[in-house]
């Protein structure tokens, strides 16, 4: 019986050794690429788009200089993006987009810009 408690024991030890980023790879942030990126730079498009519909803020994409989601209660993108706001200023910001399509406005947008206060934003999926 003790050395079939220790067998198990090994071998979950073994599991969760080998599968990258822990037991089951849930929650770590994965770094995006390619199609990933792409689809992500999407995401991030149609929820400008919303926003500036409504009560903004009014940005445009210059360039995303890095991307990561991240499974949570939803999802969650992570971005570095430089920014272009009305007047045509570019600005580097960290945009979060925490999407949990099932609740009304379910997509709340984080945008955490220099000199300027958090600025959080939800809107429909």
Sequence with gaps: MFLA???ILCTA???ISATPQGFGGFG???TLQGEELASAQRTLQASLTKLATGEGPHYRISKILSASTQVVAGSKDIYSVELIDNEGVTK???VDIWSR???PNG???T???PNEPELVRQHSA
């Design 5 to 7: 408690k220790i067998l």
């Design 13 to 15: 030890c073994l599991l």
């Design 28 to 30: 770590a942030p994965q």
């Design 92 to 94: 580097v910001c960290n």
């Design 101 to 103: 399509s099932w609740l």
């Design 107 to 109: 997509i709340q947008v």
């Design 111 to 113: 945008f955490r810009c």
